[in-house]
């Protein structure tokens, strides 16, 4: 299993992506209202984590479920 894990700076929360389930749809992206997240060679990616209102969008909509987030 390949999980990719973002920390915010202050230590919060995390949030991974399993590049084994992520097919890169980018319905992460389109939900996200703080631009956390960016398609690298067809996955999902988190480098703006700092941004991120804990939402728990990009959790709900991942039509893979292959986001998960500490505090959704």
């Known amino acids: 299993m390949t999980i990719k894990t973002w ?3 202050e230590g919060d929360f995390t ?3 399993d590049y084994d389930k ?3 749809a980018a319905v992460c992206k389109d939900v ?3 631009d956390v997240f ?3 060679d ?3 990616t988190a480098p703006n984590i700092d941004a991120c209102v804990e939402c728990c969008a990009c959790v709900q909509n991942c039509p893979e479920n292959a986001i998960t ?3 959704c």
């Open 7 to 9: 920390k915010n700076e």
């Open 15 to 17: 949030l991974e992506v």
């Open 22 to 24: 992520c097919t890169g």
């Open 32 to 34: 996200c209202p703080s």
């Open 38 to 40: 960016e398609i690298v």
């Open 42 to 44: 067809g996955k999902a």
């Open 69 to 71: 987030h500490s505090n």
